[in-house]
Each structure stands twice: as structure tokens, then as C-alpha cells.
T-cell receptor, first 111, second 111 residues
């Protein structure tokens, strides 16, 4: 079966660091994606990991361990505008790349 | 550069009716995918098209159909609407087949 788990909600303080975890069990694997989605808007692409290790992109970093079926998104120097849902998604294999999404983690950043 | 565009933005339909949603991909992108996002959940894969051919289909009933045109735009059709079809319908386009870029979505309400 296909299963992607991430916490439902998290809160953090402006300026702090937050780590959002994601575990997955899928029948195929073609990369791990993180998307940000503000309420009422479309998901926007944040990061893509296909090999184990850490990918850093500005204030955002994403980590992948394929053997453990585990990823995390690290957000540094949190800003109020980072309040959003963060979606973990696995790309399936098999000739095309469909994304299998988790339910998302709602992050609330407060002053 | 224009991103993925979708029309209409919002739509209200009655049970049993039919609906057509439209998507224009980013210029140069030949792959289009459709997702359904119910409130509080992550997007669920419906279809993927590449070069006008269906590449993949998610676990949705035959009431859902789609096609892709020579200019790579796409339509999603849903027949015999049910209350449970109320959702945000997202279109995503891709150049490489890996990173997918989402449009703003069409909010469908079935009454």
C-alpha cells in the first residue's frame, strides 16, 4: 500500500527553526518532494530529493533517508509569511511521475 | 513567464450535472497532471497526460475523464456530479516530468 505520514499541526515562533518530519511507505519511489500551500492557494514547489542527504536552498533545507523511508523539511529564521501547510509527496515510479501526497502539516508562526 | 492557468476559478453545480475544467500549462511544458484536493487533505492524483497520451490514471471512477490538445492544454470532465466531488481541482505542468508546477485551481462546489 501507499502511506505518507506527517504531523497535522505545528506551531513555532518567529525567528526560530522548525523541522517537519515525513515518513513514507510506497510501492515505488521516484523522489521526495516538499510543497508549500497557503490557505486557498495552489501548492508551490519547495524542494526535491532523490538521493540520501541534505539539500539546502536558502532558509529551507530538506533531508532524505531512503532506507528509513524518512524525510524532513527544515525551515530557519521563521517569518510570519511561512505560516502555511507543508505537503510531503513521493513521486511514484513506473514510466511517469505521479505525486502521492501526505495530508499536510499546518504550520502556525507566531510573534 | 506565465504560470499554469486554470479556468474557471470557481464553479457551482447541481448533483447529476456535468462539468468541464480547463488548464493551460507553462509554455514549453508537454506534461499535464490533474489532482483533486478535498479540504484538509493533500492532493489526490487523477490523471497525467504527456504529448496528448494518457500516461497514468488514479483511483477515480469512470465519471472522470480528461484529454490533452495539440497545444498541450488540457480539459478534465466530470459527469454525473456527486456531492463528494466538491473539491479544489488542481492542474500541474512539468517539463522534465519530475518537478510539477501547480495552477491556482478550480474550486468546484456541488449542491
Amino acid at each position: 500500500g501507499q502511506n505518507i505520514d506527517q504531523p497535522t499541526e505545528m506551531t513555532a515562533t518567529e525567528g526560530a527553526i522548525v523541522q517537519i518530519n515525513c515518513t513514507y511507505q510506497t510501492s515505488g519511489f521516484n523522489g521526495l518532494f516538499w510543497y508549500q500551500q497557503h490557505a486557498g492557494e495552489a501548492p508551490t514547489f519547495l524542494s526535491y530529493n532523490v538521493l540520501d542527504g541534505l539539500e539546502e536552498k536558502g532558509r529551507f533545507s530538506s533531508f532524505l533517508s531512503r532506507s528509513k523511508g524518512y524525510s524532513y523539511l527544515l525551515l530557519k529564521e521563521l517569518q510570519m509569511k511561512d505560516s502555511a501547510s507543508y505537503l510531503c509527496a513521493v513521486g511514484s515510479s513506473g514510466g511517469y511521475n505521479k505525486l502521492i501526497f501526505g495530508a499536510g502539516t499546518r504550520l502556525a508562526v507566531h510573534p | 513567464d506565465a504560470g499554469v492557468t486554470q479556468s474557471p476559478t470557481h464553479l457551482i453545480k447541481t448533483r447529476g450535472q456535468q462539468v468541464t475544467l480547463r488548464c493551460s500549462p507553462i509554455s514549453g511544458h508537454k506534461s499535464v497532471s490533474w489532482y483533486q484536493q478535498v479540504l484538509g487533505q493533500g492532493p489526490q492524483f487523477i490523471f497525467q497526460y504527456y504529448e496528448k497520451e494518457e500516461r497514468g490514471r488514479g483511483n477515480f471512477p469512470d465519471r472522470f475523464s480528461a484529454r490533452q490538445f495539440p497545444n498541450y492544454s488540457s480539459e478534465l470532465n466530470v459527469n454525473a456530479l456527486l456531492l463528494g466531488d466538491s473539491a479544489l481541482y488542481l492542474c500541474a505542468s512539468s517539463l522534465s516530468g519530475i518537478e510539477q508546477y501547480f495552477g491556482p485551481g478550480t474550486r468546484l462546489t456541488v449542491t
